[in-house]
């Protein structure tokens, strides 16, 4: 950012559109980085513990994304991770190494992985700041 520092947001943004905005808005101001955790309908199902898809396929709620209203998969991401197969330490220390690899992270990288209920934040050495976390939902 234009203050040296780094923002990391989780938000849901199912259209392209508004990713594509995200990143002109940002990248005025500094890097951004798109990060697309690639997990396909049946493991969002089978992770759902408030069973919102389930009350979505029911019909009893909707607009929820991949059942009744649209997922465009991004075009631009600059990491993707299937996350089938891999926990969220995995996920969190994949986008680490993308944010080292870009320069992001300095080289002495510290990262000790925190577990709570419903988030999982990493602390790393950063080249201009102390530490980042990254928010990442634990579904399983």
Do not use: W
Not at 19 to 38: A, P
Not at 39 to 62: F, H, N, P
Not at 73 to 83: L, S
Not at 98 to 114: F, Q, T
Request: glycine residues 8%; positive net charge.
């Amino acid at each position: 950012t234009k203050n040296r520092g780094i923002a990391l947001c989780a938000p849901i943004a199912p259209y392209e559109r508004s990713r594509r905005q995200n990143r002109e808005l940002i990248s005025r101001y500094g890097g951004y980085i798109e990060v697309y955790l690639s997990t396909s309908l049946e493991i969002c199902m089978k992770r759902d513990r408030k069973g919102l898809y389930a009350k979505a396929v029911a019909g009893k709620i909707k607009g929820v994304t991949g059942v009744d209203d649209p997922y465009e998969e991004p075009v631009n991401a600059d990491i993707t991770i299937d996350t089938t197969d891999v926990g969220p330490e995995e996920v969190a220390q994949e986008v680490l190494f993308c944010l080292k690899s870009k320069g992001y992270v300095g080289e002495g990288l510290r990262v000790n992985v925190h577990r709570a209920p419903h988030l999982l934040c990493c602390r790393a050495h950063l080249k201009y700041r102390e530490y980042v976390c990254v928010p990442v939902r634990l579904t399983s």
